[in-house]
């Protein structure tokens, strides 16, 4: 089998389950070329010096915190939950879930102040231990490996503290989260060494770069639209653009052609306004990379 070359650059990413894909699917997107056949146990980037290690999520953070790898992809929930001393480059925009505290519908919680004396069920203990000190509550914390879910249902806590993506577990158990303890999504980690030593460093801002451009572009999209010459004024202001949109004049009465960006997030009140301003023919379509 073919070595780690021990001046590539290493990334640790989970082998299977709920990040697995995701981060694959970044790295590709950022313009790397891998085999990920099975995802053995590494794959080797052909275009970039970087080898790709296939790990247990719980292993990344200290993979990297000890500097077995300069870098890794994990959800926020397991750097919070081990307390882990990697720096974080990047929010990746996927993964996303919150840590709740949730109880069953037959038990009044209403205040912070009723998880009094209470026992909680967690694959979290020390997220959970620090909100409760926060919230100077005398709660009993009950470590478990799994199946949080149905521990109140077997009497083994009152409510528990798990992560909560679309509520259907929480649900099907008949529990409610109440109390959001934080938001996770997946984060681009790297060992604070590896960002001290000038070669590391220097691949590490490039892969960094593309891995922006991904996730800016994949929040942008870009926009055409033809509309009366007296409303660029007002249509600029609506879509300014990374530094203003392009304007084209049309061989057709007054009308001009006008190309910009618009971020996903506000993009249907964009197209509202647009029409409102006298656009036409709007056409939208995806960026594949945002470089800025
Ligand atoms: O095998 P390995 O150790 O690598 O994986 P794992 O089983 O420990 O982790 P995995 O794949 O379940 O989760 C990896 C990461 O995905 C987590 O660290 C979170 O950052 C993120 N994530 C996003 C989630 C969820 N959504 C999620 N829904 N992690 C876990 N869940 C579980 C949750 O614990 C609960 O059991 O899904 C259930 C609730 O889901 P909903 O959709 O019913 O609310
Ligand atoms: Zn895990």
Same mark, same amino acid.
């Given at each position: 089998?073919?070595?780690?070359?021990?001046?590539?650059?290493?990334?640790?990413?989970?082998?299977?389950g709920?990040?697995?894909?995701k981060? +694959?699917?970044?790295?590709?997107?950022?313009?790397?070329e891998?085999?990920t056949y099975?995802?053995?146990?590494?794959?080797?980037?052909?275009?970039?010096?970087?080898?790709?290690?296939?790990?247990?999520?719980?292993?990344?953070?200290?993979?990297?915190?000890?500097?077995?790898?300069?870098?890794?992809?994990v959800?926020?929930?397991?750097?919070?939950?081990?307390?882990?001393?990697v720096k974080?480059l990047?929010?990746?925009?996927f993964g996303?879930?919150?840590l709740?505290?949730?109880?069953?519908?037959?038990?009044?919680?209403?205040?912070?102040?009723?998880?009094?004396?209470? /026992?909680?069920?967690?694959?979290y203990?020390?997220?959970?231990?620090?909100?409760?000190?926060?919230?100077? $509550?005398?709660?009993k914390?009950?470590?478990?490996a799994g199946?949080?879910?149905?521990?109140p249902?077997?009497?083994?806590?009152?409510?528990?503290?798990?992560?909560?993506s679309?509520?259907?577990?929480? /649900?099907?158990?008949g +529990?409610?989260?109440?109390f959001k303890?934080?938001?996770?999504?997946?984060?681009? $980690?790297?060992?604070k060494?590896?960002l001290?030593?000038k070669?590391?460093?220097?691949?590490?801002?490039?892969l +960094?770069m593309?891995i922006?451009?991904?996730i800016?572009a /994949?929040k942008?999209k870009?926009?055409?639209?033809?509309?009366? #010459?007296?409303?660029?004024?007002?249509?600029?202001k609506i879509?300014?653009?990374?530094?203003?949109?392009? $304007?084209?004049?049309?061989? /057709?009465g007054?009308?001009?052609?006008?190309?910009?960006?618009?971020?996903?997030?506000i993009?249907?009140e964009v197209?509202?306004?647009?029409?409102k301003?006298g #656009?036409t023919?709007?056409?939208?379509s995806?960026?594949?990379?945002?470089?800025?």
């Amino acid at each position: 089998m073919e070595k780690l070359n021990g001046n590539n650059l290493k990334i640790a990413i989970q082998q299977k389950g709920r990040l697995a894909e995701k981060s +694959l699917e970044l790295l590709s997107l950022a313009g790397l070329e891998f085999e990920t056949y099975k995802r053995r146990l590494y794959s080797r980037c052909r275009n970039f010096p970087l080898d790709i290690l296939y790990v247990r999520d719980d292993n990344i953070p200290e993979y990297v915190a000890d500097g077995t790898v300069d870098l890794g992809i994990v959800g926020e929930d397991v750097i919070f939950e081990q307390q882990s001393k990697v720096k974080n480059l990047e929010k990746l925009n996927f993964g996303y879930c919150s840590l709740f505290i949730a109880c069953p519908d037959n038990l009044d919680i209403k205040n912070i102040s009723d998880l009094n004396n209470l /026992k909680i069920a967690s694959t979290y203990p020390n997220c959970l231990g620090d909100f409760l000190e926060k919230n100077k $509550i005398k709660a009993k914390t009950i470590e478990l490996a799994g199946s949080v879910e149905i521990a109140p249902s077997l009497n083994v806590a009152d409510c528990i503290c798990d992560i909560v993506s679309t509520g259907n577990t929480l /649900k099907n158990n008949g +529990l409610n989260p109440i109390f959001k303890i934080f938001e996770s999504q997946a984060v681009l $980690i790297a060992d604070k060494n590896s960002l001290n030593n000038k070669s590391k460093k220097k691949n590490i801002d490039r892969l +960094l770069m593309r891995i922006k451009s991904v996730i800016k572009a /994949k929040k942008t999209k870009y926009i055409m639209l033809n509309a009366p #010459a007296k409303s660029i004024e007002e249509i600029i202001k609506i879509i300014p653009g990374i530094d203003s949109p392009t $304007i084209i004049p049309l061989n /057709k009465g007054d009308l001009v052609a006008m190309h910009s960006v618009v971020e996903e997030e506000i993009f249907w009140e964009v197209i509202e306004k647009l029409k409102k301003a006298g #656009a036409t023919g709007i056409l939208v379509s995806p960026i594949e990379k945002m470089i800025i």
